[in-house]
């Protein structure tokens, strides 16, 4: 089986799970698959064309989804900043691989948001979180880490991820 066969595999198997991850990030259906589809692409450059080899490829689609994500989350925030106030509708929004000194202001501007929404958070639920969003941990990883099982961990992160979705939801007075 050649490597293409063997990431198509991964993706297949592993499918479902992998646009769960993304659609717990972006909370869209449709874009959740985009960024899935998105992440095997990226999976396939870097190792057949470009001959990476790497040593765990799911946890790097994990990553990699992660990141997509993440990103396109922040630039629809951004984007929907500049319709609500009073931007042209036709003007068109170029996609760059660099982020714009906007967007980077303002996914900083998230991350300390988000940072603050977590050290709010119990400390075993935040480490589970952390681990979860910014270490690509797997579920089974973070209840070993924790000494716990791999169900309290998942509602360790599904707590944390509610907390945090509906802190930053809340504006700030």
Excluded: W
Excluded at 6 to 34: N, P, Q, W
């Amino acid at each position: 089986m050649g490597q293409p066969d063997k990431y198509f595999e991964l993706f297949a198997t592993h499918r479902t799970d992998l646009v769960r991850f993304a659609r717990g990030i972006m909370r869209d259906d449709s874009l959740a698959e985009d960024v899935v589809q998105d992440a095997f692409l990226r999976l396939t450059t870097a190792t057949v064309i470009q001959g990476r080899v790497l040593s765990d490829p799911l946890n790097y689609v994990y990553r990699i989804i992660r990141n997509l994500a993440f990103d396109r989350y922040r630039r629809r925030q951004f984007e929907a900043g500049l319709f609500d106030h009073g931007v042209d509708s036709s003007s068109e929004t170029i996609e760059a691989d660099v982020p714009t000194p906007e967007g980077e202001a303002s996914g900083k501007s998230d991350m300390r948001a988000m940072r603050a929404a977590m050290a709010e958070l119990p400390e075993r639920t935040c480490v589970a979180l952390e681990m979860h969003l910014f270490d690509g941990r797997k579920l089974r990883e973070i209840a070993a880490h924790l000494g716990v099982s791999i169900g309290m961990a998942h509602s360790l992160v599904a707590a944390g991820m509610e907390h945090c979705r509906k802190r930053l939801s809340t504006p700030e007075s």
